[in-house]
Each structure stands twice: as C-alpha cells, then as structure tokens.
C-alpha cells in the first residue's frame, strides 16, 4: 500500500504561482509512476501529468504544457507540480495518485487539495 497527502493549494490571483506537493509513504520502493489530475466544479477529473518515479520522465496534458512542471523527489518521497501562469480555469480540487505498474491508471490516491486562481 501507498498512503499520499497533498499539500500546497489555496487562492493565487490569475497569472501568479503556486507549487504543490505529494508526500508517498508505505510502501513506496513500488512507485512506478506518480500522477496529478484535477476535478473542476462540475466537471469529471482530468489528467493534469505523470512522472515516471525512477527514470524521471514525465508526461503533461496539452492544456498546462509550458506552465505546469512535474518533478519527483525519490529521497524524500515526494512528488511535486509547480504551477505557473494560472488561469481562472485551472481552478479545480488537484489529486496526486501512484501506481506501481504503469502512468496511465493509478491504484493509489491521495484526498486532493483545493487550488482557486482568481481572475
């Protein structure tokens, strides 16, 4: 088992920053892949992007490439999604998710954490 806690959201004016982070604990030596999607009021979860944990290649949607980056500290367990030129509609409860396996279907979630941009 892979136990994850999201952290770092909140409110952040169109155009500002923000970073959020993924704290793994378990069982983590099984991390294949780490994962960030969004769910918008009214709206189905997303895909945001995915880091594959120990070759560090990472994968992005279309709609944050050039201003979100995903990033991955395998010493402290931790994976990371800075955020930059937020948009109004980047607005959405952001879960970070691990699987074992590959980086397209995620076995383990964490509870999500609330980013509001402002416009």
């Known amino acids: 088992q892979v136990q994850l806690v999201e952290s770092g959201g909140g409110l952040v004016q169109a155009g500002g920053s923000l970073r959020l982070s993924c704290a793994a604990s378990?069982?983590?030596?099984?991390?294949?892949?780490m994962g960030w999607f969004r769910q918008a009021p009214g709206k189905e979860r997303e895909f945001v992007a995915a880091?594959?944990?120990?070759?560090?290649?990472?994968r992005a949607a279309d709609s944050v490439k050039g201003r979100f980056a995903i990033s991955r500290d395998i010493v402290k367990n931790t994976g990371y999604l800075q955020m930059t030129s937020l948009k109004p509609e980047d607005t959405a409860v952001y879960y970070c998710?691990?699987?074992?396996?590959?980086?397209?279907?995620?076995?383990?979630w964490g509870q999500g954490t609330g980013v509001t941009v402002s416009s």
């Open positions: 378990g069982r983590t030596s099984s991390i294949y892949a």
């Open positions: 998710a691990a699987d074992d396996r590959n980086w397209y279907e995620y076995k383990y």
């Open positions: 880091v594959r944990w120990r070759l560090s290649s990472t």
